[in-house]
């Protein structure tokens, strides 16, 4: 069974678990390794089973926790290319964090992620679909100025 647990969200940090049979993915990692580490366990999660996160922008709110994350857990990065530009400027990322470049769709695992573009002040922000291995369907959408088209 699927599960989706949000454990952020708002100005101070914003992060979402999708859990599933073969791992986690957070949707952004915008608070201390701690704090979700903590706020994972409280959904009956662990911080160890994440495989992936996915960048829906790169604000402060959104990537405050990513570095420390991706070095504890090893975790795949998905984010646009400017995103994954801006994270590399900003030394978030780690020499080896395998960056999935997410323009349009991938599979990972048991889950199919599609990206669409959002509206905000900065370049390359993203939202997603998941489709779960249960059927289910989540789409996030942070921060966006204007629902268009491909959002709704």
Known sequence: MSRICPLYSGSTG????????????????????KGI????????????????VAITHCHDDHIKGLRAVLKKTNAKLICSEKTAHILEEKNVLLPETEIL???REISLYDTE??????SHDV??????SFILPDGKKFSTCTD?????????
Not at 113 to 118: D, E, K, R
């Open 14 to 33: 914003n992060c979402t678990y999708i859990g599933t049979k073969a791992g986690g993915i957070l949707v952004d990692a915008g608070a201390s390794l």
């Open 37 to 52: 580490t903590e706020n994972l366990l409280t959904v009956g999660a662990e911080i160890d089973e994440i495989k992936a």
């Open 101 to 103: 470049i997410n323009e």
């Open 113 to 118: 992620i599609s990206a669409f573009s959002t």
């Open 123 to 128: 370049e390359g922000s993203l939202g997603y």
């Open 144 to 152: 966006t100025g204007v629902i268009t088209e491909e959002i709704s």
